[in-house]
């Protein structure tokens, strides 16, 4: 079975504090990504890494920062939380290889995050 | 105009109907189409994936594509409580790669 972790399911965090959420996959994707799903906005992209120590901005980067030490990990910063960041953050990871019968994306069990 | 568009419902239905739940969009470009299933205060779990046109079937579900009118749809035969989720559509151009298009999710209610 494929597996995305989130080490963090539900996190209550103050305004200002600096925020990690890590995220592993088993898979040996080359490609991790970061989004936040919010009511009726769907899910919006923050940062992608296609490849160790690679990063693209997403839709949405601002107040947020990602690293990938090792091609398992990517890991989410909130430099500084702020409450407008209060979300349910996923980790999605995807091959980088060809696949003959398509390209799928899967995801994480999702982190609650509630800055007060 | 968004890439993807999904209705949002709500859509309630009894126990035993058939579901019907679809997505529009609008780059004729996608050639990979998926269906997730999120429960809630969860991920988003691939149920399904299809590439081009046609059909494709797995046990109570089937995933529909008509690339000539942009329109794809999954539906559920036989529906349980259990199915009671969001289901969200995605697609992509290629094979490989890192960019997902993803709707906003139609929330299901089977009511038993």
């Known amino acids: 079975d494929v597996k995305v972790t989130q080490s963090s399911r539900y996190l209550v965090k103050r305004t200002g504090e600096k925020v990690f959420l890590e995220c592993v996959q088993d898979m040996d994707h080359e490609n991790m990504f970061w989004y936040r799903q919010d009511p009726g906005l769907g899910l919006r992209l923050i940062y992608f890494?296609?490849?160790?120590?690679?990063?693209e901005k997403g839709d949405i980067p601002e107040g947020y920062s990602v690293s990938r030490e090792k091609k398992e990990r990517f890991s989410l910063i909130l430099e500084s939380a702020s409450t407008n960041q209060t979300s349910m953050y996923l980790c999605a990871s995807s091959t980088g290889r060809p696949r003959t019968l398509g390209n799928t994306i899967y995801f994480g069990e999702g982190s609650w995050l509630t800055v007060v | 105009q968004k890439e993807v568009e999904q209705d949002p419902g709500p859509l309630s239905v009894p126990e035993g109907a058939i579901v019907s739940l679809n997505c529009t969009y609008s780059?004729?470009?996608?050639?990979?189409f998926m269906w997730y299933r999120q429960y809630s205060r969860k991920g988003p779990e691939l149920l399904m994936y299809?590439?081009?046109?046609g059909n494709k079937e797995d046990g109570r579900f089937t995933a529909q594509v008509d690339k000539s009118s942009k329109y794809i749809s999954l539906f559920i035969r036989d529906s349980q409580p259990s199915d009671s989720a969001t289901y969200l559509c995605a697609m992509s151009r290629y094979n490989t790669g890192n960019q997902f298009y993803f709707g906003t999710g139609t929330s299901l209610t089977v009511i038993p």
């Open positions: 299809t590439y081009s046109s």
């Open positions: 780059n004729s470009a996608f050639q990979y």
């Open positions: 890494s296609y490849d160790v120590k690679m990063k």
